[in-house]
Nanobody, 123 residues
């Protein structure tokens, strides 16, 4: 059973950078399509970015393109979300997700989820 644990969320000022981590246990990243989603209070969970397990291709939400990026450690057990030039509208709980089959922008397509980490960007 794959388990995902996010960390790294905090309160930052607009324009700052932050790196979130998603630690994977019960599997390794190269066996799964991985994604980040976020959810602001009172809103639906929305797509941030995803990386394909087979091609390594990354797809981004338009709102984060050029500011956010994804990477992983050599042991294939931790995925990182690097967030630069943060804006107040980036404030949300950030979730990592994994699925062995699907590489999409839809939360319902991902089988495994972490508990989330809160990012707050002040203006």
């Amino acid at each position: 059973q794959v388990q995902l644990v996010e960390s790294g969320g905090e309160l930052v000022q607009a324009g700052a950078s932050l790196r979130l981590s998603c630690a994977v246990s019960g599997g390794t990243l190269n066996n799964y399509n991985m994604a980040w989603f976020r959810q602001a209070p009172g809103k639906e969970r929305t797509f941030v970015l995803a990386i394909s397990q087979t091609t390594g291709r990354v797809m981004y939400a338009d709102s984060v393109k050029g500011r956010f990026s994804i990477s992983r450690d050599n042991a294939e057990t931790t995925m990182y979300l690097q967030m630069n030039s943060l804006k107040p509208e980036d404030t949300a709980t950030y979730y990592c997700a994994a699925d062995s089959q699907r590489y999409t922008q839809y939360p319902s397509h991902y089988r495994y989820w972490g508990q989330g980490t809160q990012v707050t960007v002040s203006s």
